[in-house]
């Protein structure tokens, strides 16, 4: 017994004088450790980088912290509805505006009497309610290309690249717009550097040249064509027309804020038809739609449409483009049955188990 | 033992302790101020500070058994602010707390909100400050009138002297007519159309003795049997007839038949008051010739 | 003695305050015992209460809860609630200490919106269109609105001019309530900048307010702009030659 002690001892330990009692432990070394116990230490081993602030002066220092910020979803509800024909809007709920009535309004004062300026852009502003399915989590922050059938001057540089095999696909992508179509050859150029594909903002492609198109992946990293983004497709000619014409808009939660989003967006100018730029709206708030968390209560809260140089803001209801609550019975059919199958399944399973058993 | 109680060998119904009414001024009382007293102490009141179980049978949690409901309200204390004010019912309750269960009890007492505001009388045409829970505004509202409030509910749930005091001063003015109405005819007659129905449960001699305390009663009672047992001098008797049968007779130091009666004084003031008016018919008028002036017995000058 | 009386009626009496219990508005904090007295027999008075009785757990305390708004029939005109009449909504503390108190309104029952009520002749004399209409009448009259026209092209003052400055500013009306001066204010002319003239807002096709109108001349062009006057509103005002008040007939 004891020889088979000294013969590890030497083996595994370094030994500690008067430390009898320790060597016949066999210390924790040797042995494995209780499952987590080593990650913990590695863990706590790791250094926290502080992060230098620098020198804040002392009456800013505690200011952002925990400072009482007012809701950014305005809540006037508790507040009449006006009924005389003038009345002070301060006391009253906001007009809600048809977007008919609304653009008649822009162009008054956009007017050559007052501020001379018909073709002022329109501008949409969206606040949305950023709240996912869970209380805690929020939306991520979402940047889209909204398909719109009436184009107007975005004054965007909007340069598409298209990769797509098949002569007939090559010549329809050119007719739509595309600044550059081709396909296995145009890729070749760009691995080997003729091309920069910094040049181009919006690469589109038909699933047919997809193998080849994985060679560029590195390169493009997130503007990658895929389906989710919808830059991967058969219809060339629809998306083509779409990432050249739409309107690119981008929801970024505000940062103390986690529940409140904002969407800027142009949708036309002043001098456009009145039906026009309300499909546009219409088109706008659709996509917007589609990217509604599967929650109880509003995504959409307020539509604002606002054009420079005026600082008014009339609000429009959006909810007769866009449904306003999530409608649940869309999603329900789709789970239940495929979980009652997948345990319809597992129950035949344990049971044709136990029979072999 | 039997023969020293009141009710003598009688004493079937059991051994009753002679209370205020039994003894003394107390029972001198009418029972008029006894009925008010009945309604305002002996009543159970309304329940404010608990909630009382409606049903008359309950099954006991632990052991299922049926028991009798009994609703034993709690006992509540009344300071003498609460009879400055009108608390609506509201009370002080002195009990204990059983903050957690390891922790003995904690004496406390929970005392209502107060607020001062204004309250108006339609009847009296007043406006009062008093000292109100919200408790009493409310039961305002939903009688519709302060007024109303103090004649719908009993003495018991009005609690308050002030209350009470109130209530017969409303009553009083509805039995005279609501004198403090008597500019506006119009709002008089609404007033008493709509608070005559009140009036059917009282008597005149009940109205007159509603609302007083226990110490208030003894004090007008007492303040009656004097006035009752209150005679009038027999020298004042005597004189006054003297100057009668004088003024008779014809003589013109105790005034013509026909003057006028002096405004009657209280008896403290002017005790010989006739004696006075007779010396004063003695003495010369102040409108008498210089002669009368002169002092014929005076010392002449020099 | 009065207490044996007394107990024979107080189930009578009990009877008596349960009826108004049932409509009774509890405003105050109600207790519980946490442990029950042991029953007593039902002729005899309660047993004596101990100590351990009267250890009370808080129910309910009804103050901290929010109290229902109060309906209530005005009996005259009230600037900012209603008109004679009216049945209104609001808050109990202000109910009772603005209006029932004061005497301007009563309780709601049946009787009193009869009593109330506007009559035929009442009805055709209106007097005030709105309980707000006064409010904004006095707004008005007290703000100088700036109405913005362009310096470089031509134009006439119209009543949408004015409807699209009111917007601007923060008041909402239509045209059909603006009635602009008799005379022509063409324009752009820089000798009119800075002047004011009036117009009037008819409400409800029945207040009028006089409201001052002040010239501003903008130019699209950045560079071309005239400076910026701070506080245009509190410079003394000049009358725009020519033009006088519009007649004050309604509309």
Known sequence: MQSLLSSIRALAVRQHPGDALRCLHLTAVTEAARKGTREKARKKKVKVEVKKVGFIPHNQRDNKINVKRAD???????????????????????????????????????HPSMYNVPNAPLN????????????????????RMAMIPHKFAHGEERKIIVFTKGNNEIIEAREAGASLVGGV??????????????????????????????ALRGLMKRKFPNPKSETLGTNLAEMITKFSNGISYSASKDEYQQNFGLISACVGTLDMDGQQLEENIRYLLQDVDTMRPKREGRFINRVLLKSPPSSEQLKIDPFVYVPELWDKSTMKPKREPSGKKVEAEEQDQAVAQQASN | MAH?????????????????????????????????????????????????????????????????????????????????????GEAVIKGFQKRHQTKRRVPHFWVPQLKRSVVHSQVLNEYMSVVVTERTLEQIHECHGFDHYLLKNLACDLRSALALKMKRQVLQALQQGCPNLAD??????????????????????????????????????????????????????????????????????????????KPATTDGEHKDSDIEALTKLESPSASSSWLSKINPFGKKET | MLKSISQLQVHFNLLKSATSLQQQVRTTFILKRKYDPLLHKT????????????????????????????????????????????VV????????????????????????????????????????????????????????????????????????????????????????????????????DLKKEGKDFYCTITINKLEQAKLK?????????????LPYVLEHWKIPSEPLLGVNLPSEKNV
């Open chain 1, 72 to 110: 950014k979803h305005v809540d006037d509800s508790w507040k009449q509805v006006p009924k005389d024909d003038v009345y002070v809007g301060r006391y009253y709920r906001w007009t809600v505006y048809s977007v008919a009535e609304a653009i008649q309004c822009h162009r008054e004062t956009h």
């Open chain 3, 89 to 188: 909504s609001l808050k109990p503390n202000f109910v009772y200490n603005k209006l029932l108190l004061p005497g301007l309104a009563a309780y709601k029952t049946p009787e009193n919106i009869e009593k109330y009520a506007k009559t035929e002749a009442e009805k055709s004399t209106v007097q005030h269109s709105s309980a707000y209409a006064q409010r904004t009448v006095n707004m008005l009259e007290s703000i100088v609105l700036a109405v913005v026209m362009n310096k470089d092209q031509p134009w006439v003052i119209e009543p949408w001019h004015i409807k699209a400055s009111l917007r601007k500013a923060g008041f909402h009306c239509k045209d059909e309530c603006i009635t602009l001066p008799n005379e022509r204010i063409e324009g752009p």
């Open chain 2, 184 to 261: 506006e005819p119009k709002l008089q007659k609404e007033v008493l159309k709509e608070y005559s129905q009140y009036l059917e449960s009282y008597t005149p001699e009940e109205i007159d003795w509603y609302g007083h305390t226990y110490l208030e009663a003894i004090r007008k009672l007492q303040n009656k049997l004097r006035e009752a047992e209150r005679v009038q001098p027999h020298k004042v008797e005597f004189r006054s007839k003297l100057i009668d049968q004088l003024r008779q007779a014809g003589i013109n130091e105790a005034g013509s038949a026909t003057k006028l009666e």
């Open chain 1, 185 to 214: 050859e145009l890729i070749k150029d760009i691995t080997a550097g003729e091309l920069l594909l910094s040049d181009y903002q919006y690469f589109i492609a038909h699933p047919n040249i997809l193998a080849e198109l994985i």
């Open chain 3, 43 to 86: 002729n005899e008075n309660p047993r004596r209460m101990r100590a351990k009785n009267f250890i009370y757990e808080l129910v309910e305390d009804t103050q901290v809860k929010k109290r229902p708004n109060m309906e209530v029939v005005l009996k005259t005109f009230v600037e900012g609630v209603g008109d004679k009449g009216d």
């Open chain 3, 213 to 225: 109108c002040r010239l501003h001349h903008w130019s699209t062009d950045p560079s071309e702009r």
């Open chain 2, 4 to 88: 020293a109680t009141p009710q003598g060998i009688k004493l079937l119904n059991g051994w009753k302790r002679p209370g205020r009414f039994d003894k003394g001024l107390g029972a001198q009382l009418p029972d008029a101020y006894k009925k008010f007293w009945r309604e305002w102490k002996l009543t159970t009141p309304a329940a404010v500070h608990y909630i009382p179980k409606e049903q008359q049978w309950e099954r006991d949690e632990v052991t299922h058994a049926i028991k009798p409901v009994q609703n034993i309200p709690l006992p509540l204390i009344d300071p003498p602010e609460a009879h400055q004010g009108i608390w609506g």
């Open chain 1, 124 to 143: 949409v502003e969206i606040e949305l309610n950023m709240q996912g399915e869970k209380a805690t989590r929020f939306v991520d922050n979402f940047q």
